[in-house]
């Protein structure tokens, strides 16, 4: 049986799945009324990125909806912006766009966004090229992510 059970897991990488084992335990301490990221994806397309991005909502509870989602330097200037045009319910949701990444930039913020409270709950950094991911729990207000970038620094 134990072998059964490793054999998967060995094909799917040892990072892939301390992600998806971090995204599962920390599900329950998550603000809901925010729009959380929860999982990022970003992968080469040409000459820009395509990012997959997820987001845990309460759209059921709440009087807004996560309506978008966007992909900012980190400086704080948007990339590229995902509009949701519907409530997606109490549950993580996946939505992709392509993005113009501009050349040379290491690090990216994927931040969700909510109708009621604006940006806030859990955002991520990505790390370009190799395209790992850190999620940072921002609080209910949106704030800076630079010091989660080695050196601080957006390139």
Same mark, same amino acid.
């Given at each position: 049986?134990?072998?059964?059970?490793?054999?998967?897991?060995?094909?799917?990488?040892?990072?892939?799945?301390?992600?998806?084992?971090?995204?599962?335990?920390?599900?329950?301490?998550?603000?809901?009324?925010?729009?959380?990221?929860?999982?990022?994806?970003?992968?080469?397309?040409?000459?820009?990125?395509?990012?997959?991005?997820?987001?845990?909502?309460?759209?059921?509870?709440?009087?807004?909806?996560?309506?978008?989602?966007?992909?900012?330097?980190?400086?704080?200037?948007?990339?590229?912006?995902?509009?949701?045009?519907?409530?997606?319910?109490?549950?993580?949701?996946?939505?992709?766009?392509?993005?113009?990444?501009? =050349?040379?930039? +290491?690090?990216?913020?994927? $931040?969700?966004?909510?109708? @009621? *409270?604006?940006? #806030? /709950?859990?955002?991520?950094?990505?790390?370009?090229?190799?395209?790992?991911? =850190?999620?940072? +729990?921002?609080?209910?207000? $949106?704030?800076?992510?630079? @010091? *989660?970038?080695? #050196? /601080?620094?957006?390139?």
């Amino acid at each position: 049986m134990g072998r059964n059970l490793i054999a998967p897991l060995a094909r799917i990488g040892l990072p892939l799945l301390a992600a998806m084992l971090c995204q599962a335990a920390t599900a329950a301490d998550l603000d809901l009324r925010e729009a959380n990221v929860t999982g990022v994806d970003a992968a080469r397309a040409g000459a820009d990125w395509r990012f997959s991005v997820t987001l845990f909502h309460d759209d059921d509870g709440e009087p807004g909806y996560a309506n978008w989602w966007q992909v900012e330097s980190l400086d704080g200037h948007r990339l590229g912006r995902r509009d949701l045009l519907h409530p997606h319910g109490t549950r993580r949701f996946t939505r992709s766009a392509v993005i113009h990444i501009p =050349e040379g930039t +290491r690090y990216v913020v994927v $931040r969700g966004h909510d109708q @009621s *409270h604006g940006y #806030g /709950g859990q955002a991520a950094v990505v790390a370009l090229p190799a395209a790992s991911v =850190e999620l940072v +729990r921002q609080g209910p207000d $949106r704030r800076d992510l630079g @010091s *989660h970038a080695d #050196g /601080g620094g957006g390139r």
